[in-house]
């Protein structure tokens, strides 16, 4: 079994057992002193787990003090997920005029992503709600860890030792899991495969991180699409914003979980390890500089994270401004808005998201990116967030349905179309996180349809057909690149590998918006890497440098001449052509797609590689 393969980060559909609660290896209050600051006031942890001078700064990010009550998710040790309920009210002048305290716990991360912790959330807030107003009374706390304290001697053991590692622990539970006539238990299926298969009506879990999917891509509009690209590329990507954190928490499983590569892909990309799926950490803040320093591209992977497919990158969120000036930290900083007031619509001058990285001050999405957002956003309407429930069976006559069956129509739906239950706000100005449309590519479509007549069938209806065909989930995740003659098909998941990831799944029922948006990610990330996989092995075959539908020059384009000799000697370089971009969902014209193509078959296939920009021919001559 690859050690790449060990962790996944694929929601699985539910099974019929009640939800379980992840037994916790800490439990901890931490109360704010005006002279002290913050200090632990109470906890127990199972023997050798030293949570003093950690903690209670992960717990209490900068600026929490401004909201009353918020909740942090953060990693401790890369072994344990942390989580901590914080509750605020107002209290004398001698306590500065207010009461704060957290009550967290530690969960190890062999309970799946996360640990699961967020089935946690509501018994931390309402332990944090009891405090507050009996900050001297820890009996409820002594109940909830004798409760859920993690027992070594249980099926779930401290993960202290090697033997007791979370891999080890994690092993050992998977080979426990049978059916009650002894033979191995078979996973559900998993988001990437067959997640319309889902029964309706059934939602995530109240607190699952993947509930803000919908957020998340309200919130970036078209910059979902170049930070989906350097989390693919396994960039160190840090959130700056405000607090509360919870949901910049829940942006940061979004990135992880989007950008994870398929086991489709697994066979097919030569870089060892390979890095299956980015590292979440979650908030940190300035005592977590040591570890925001590891994960460069440029630096040994160290073997425990390499050997967890997290051998690159990491994705984080801060509230410390003071991290944000420190650019080698980070390969990629995103500066998030204020967070808006609750009951505040979308407004057409609202703030973006900004993106900045070591080449760009402020990268932009590119037209295709506009055109494939909103292509996904019309088409996840049919798609019902787990937020949502159907309406009342009282009010089901009159507002469950938008349209009256016409019996004369044959193409009409059997069963008439449930109302929208959340309609899409309007979308804001988006010129300042736009490119602005080359000349080229103005130029480009004009020909085409002036060629034509007019009568061509335009690139863009195709592009939104197959940008539709991503949401189609009665296939596999590993869904074939148009155009291409060969590669590998298949169900893109082994055996080993479904039972492994029943271990990661979290109990979700029928979650269709999460699971379509999802996905549609993942979809996308085997088509373009596929489509790479293609012209890298096609050149590394028959020795030539072309892309999947490149020909032999025959030596009197001066310009392609130029472009194969840059950086090398002919047949060093993979040249991808203006159809591959295009194939595999991108910009032909964008300067930043095409840096994305040359700096993912560098990194994922170890070789230099050349991007025919797109270009006007008539009579064989470049226009």
């Given at each position: 079994?690859?050690?790449?393969?060990?962790?996944?980060?694929?929601?699985?559909?539910?099974?019929?057992?009640?939800?379980?609660?992840?037994?916790v290896a800490a439990l901890f209050l931490i109360q704010f002193d005006i002279k002290?600051?913050?200090?632990?006031?109470?906890?127990?942890?199972?023997?050798?787990?030293?949570?003093?001078?950690?903690?209670?700064?992960?717990?209490?990010?900068?600026?929490?003090?401004?909201?009353?009550?918020?909740?942090?998710?953060?990693?401790?040790?890369?072994?344990?997920?942390?989580?901590?309920?914080?509750?605020?009210?107002?209290?004398?002048?001698?306590?500065?005029?207010?009461?704060?305290?957290?009550?967290?716990?530690?969960?190890?991360?062999?309970?799946?992503?996360?640990?699961?912790?967020?089935?946690?959330?509501?018994?931390?807030?309402?332990?944090?709600?009891?405090?507050?107003?009996?900050?001297?009374?820890?009996?409820?706390?002594?109940?909830?860890?004798?409760?859920?304290?993690?027992?070594?001697?249980?099926?779930?053991?401290?993960?202290?030792?090697?033997?007791?590692?979370?891999?080890?622990?994690?092993?050992?539970?998977?080979?426990?899991?049978?059916?009650?006539?002894?033979?191995?238990?078979?996973?559900?299926?998993?988001?990437?495969?067959?997640?319309?298969?889902?029964?309706?009506?059934?939602?995530?879990?109240?607190?699952?991180?993947?509930?803000?999917?919908?957020?998340?891509?309200?919130?970036?509009?078209?910059?979902?699409?170049?930070?989906?690209?350097?989390?693919?590329?396994?960039?160190?990507?840090?959130?700056?914003?405000?607090?509360?954190?919870?949901?910049?928490?829940?942006?940061?499983?979004?990135?992880?979980?989007?950008?994870?590569?398929?086991?489709?892909?697994?066979?097919?990309?030569?870089l060892s390890p390979l890095p299956t799926r980015l590292r979440p950490l979650f908030?940190?803040?300035?005592?977590?500089?040591?570890?925001?320093?590891?994960?460069?591209?440029?630096?040994?992977?160290?073997?425990?994270?390499?050997?967890?497919?997290?051998?690159?990158?990491?994705?984080?969120?801060?509230?410390?401004?003071?991290?944000?000036?420190?650019?080698?930290?980070?390969?990629?900083?995103?500066?998030?808005?204020?967070?808006?007031?609750?009951?505040?619509?979308?407004?057409?001058?609202?703030?973006?998201?900004?993106?900045?990285?070591?080449?760009?001050?402020?990268?932009?999405?590119?037209?295709?990116?506009?055109?494939?957002?909103?292509?996904?956003?019309?088409?996840?309407?049919?798609?019902?967030?787990?937020?949502?429930?159907?309406?009342?069976?009282?009010?089901?006559?009159?507002?469950?349905?938008?349209?009256?069956?016409?019996?004369?129509?044959?193409?009409?739906?059997?069963?008439?179309?449930?109302?929208?239950?959340?309609?899409?706000?309007?979308?804001?100005?988006?010129?300042?996180?736009?490119?602005?449309?080359?000349?080229?590519?103005?130029?480009?479509?004009?020909?085409?349809?002036?060629?034509?007549?007019?009568?061509?069938?335009?690139?863009?209806?195709?592009?939104?057909?197959?940008?539709?065909?991503?949401?189609?989930?009665?296939?596999?995740?590993?869904?074939?690149?148009?155009?291409?003659?060969?590669?590998?098909?298949?169900?893109?998941?082994?055996?080993?590998?479904?039972?492994?990831?029943?271990?990661?799944?979290?109990?979700?029922?029928?979650?269709?918006?999460?699971?379509?948006?999802?996905?549609?990610?993942?979809?996308?990330?085997?088509?373009?890497?596929?489509?790479?996989?293609?012209?890298?092995?096609?050149?590394?075959?028959?020795?030539?440098?072309?892309?999947?539908?490149?020909?032999?020059?025959?030596?009197?384009?001066?310009?392609?001449?130029?472009?194969?000799?840059?950086?090398?000697?002919?047949?060093?370089?993979?040249?991808?052509?203006?159809?591959?971009?295009?194939?595999?969902?991108?910009?032909?014209?964008?300067?930043?797609?095409?840096?994305?193509?040359?700096?993912?078959?560098?990194?994922?296939?170890?070789?230099?590689?050349?991007?025919?920009?797109?270009?006007?021919?008539?009579?064989?001559?470049?226009?």
């Open positions: 079994m690859s050690p790449a393969k060990r962790h996944s980060l694929h929601l699985d559909l539910p099974t019929t057992r009640a939800e379980e609660l992840p037994q002290a600051g913050y200090t632990i006031a109470w906890q127990r942890s199972i023997p050798g787990l030293d949570i003093k001078d950690s903690v209670e700064y992960k717990s209490l990010p900068s600026g929490l003090h401004h909201v009353q009550e918020d909740t942090v998710y953060f990693v401790h040790n890369d072994e344990y997920a942390g989580i901590s309920s914080f509750v605020k009210r107002a209290a004398e002048e001698s306590e500065r005029n207010a009461v704060m305290l957290a009550v967290g716990a530690l969960i190890p991360l062999s309970y799946g992503r996360l640990g699961k912790s967020w089935r946690h959330v509501d018994r931390l807030q309402t332990l944090a709600n009891q405090l507050l107003n009996e900050p001297a009374n820890h009996e409820p706390l002594e109940e909830f860890w004798r409760d859920h304290q993690l027992h070594q001697d249980d099926e779930t053991i401290s993960p202290i030792s090697g033997e007791a590692s979370p891999s080890a622990l994690k092993e050992k539970r998977r080979r426990a899991k049978s059916s009650p006539i002894g033979q191995p238990r078979t996973r559900n299926r998993a988001v990437s495969s067959a997640s319309a298969l889902a029964p309706p009506g059934q939602t995530l879990s109240a607190h699952h991180p993947a509930r803000s999917l919908s957020t998340f891509l309200d919130t970036f509009g078209p910059l979902v699409f170049p930070l989906y690209r350097a989390a693919l590329l396994r960039k160190r990507i840090l959130l700056l914003g405000q607090a509360p954190v919870e949901v910049t928490c829940h942006f940061v499983y979004n990135i992880s979980i989007l950008s994870t590569l398929p086991s489709a892909l697994h066979t097919l990309l030569p908030s940190v803040g300035v005592h977590d500089m040591p570890t925001l320093t590891t994960g460069s591209r440029n630096s040994t992977p160290q073997d425990n994270l390499a050997a967890e497919g997290q051998a690159y990158g990491w994705v984080a969120c801060t509230t410390d401004s003071i991290l944000g000036t420190k650019d080698h930290l980070y390969d990629t900083l995103v500066i998030l808005p204020a967070p808006a007031s609750p009951g505040t619509e979308i407004q057409s001058n609202r703030t973006w998201p900004r993106i900045q990285n070591e080449q760009v001050a402020n990268v932009k999405a590119t037209q295709r990116d506009l055109r494939r957002y909103r292509m996904l956003r019309q088409d996840l309407r049919s798609y019902y967030p787990s937020s949502w429930r159907p309406p009342s069976s009282s009010q089901q006559a009159t507002e469950r349905y938008t349209d009256t069956p016409d019996p004369q129509n044959d193409t009409a739906p059997l069963l008439p179309l449930p109302t929208d239950p959340d309609p899409p706000p309007p979308e804001p100005d988006q010129t300042d996180i736009l490119e602005a449309q080359s000349w080229s590519a103005l130029a480009y479509n004009s020909f085409i349809w002036w060629a034509s007549a007019g009568e061509r069938r335009s690139d863009r209806e195709e592009e939104n057909e197959y940008d539709s065909s991503l949401l189609a989930h009665l296939g596999p995740v590993d869904t074939p690149s148009p155009g291409r003659s060969r590669g590998r098909r298949g169900s893109g998941e082994s055996r080993e590998e479904e039972e492994e990831e029943e271990e990661e799944g979290e109990g979700v029922q029928g979650v269709g918006f999460e699971m379509a948006l999802i996905g549609y990610f993942h979809r996308l990330t085997v088509l373009m890497l596929r489509t790479l996989s293609d012209i890298v092995d096609d050149a590394s075959e028959d020795g030539s440098v072309y892309g999947l539908h490149g020909s032999a020059d025959d030596g009197d384009d001066d310009d392609d001449d130029d472009d194969r000799d840059q950086g090398g000697r002919q047949g060093e370089e993979i040249v991808v052509e203006a159809d591959d971009m295009t194939r595999m969902g991108l910009d032909m014209w964008s300067q930043n797609d095409r840096a994305f193509v040359v700096e993912a078959v560098e990194f994922y296939w170890g070789r230099k590689a050349v991007v025919r920009r797109g270009r006007v021919e008539c009579c064989g001559v470049r226009v």
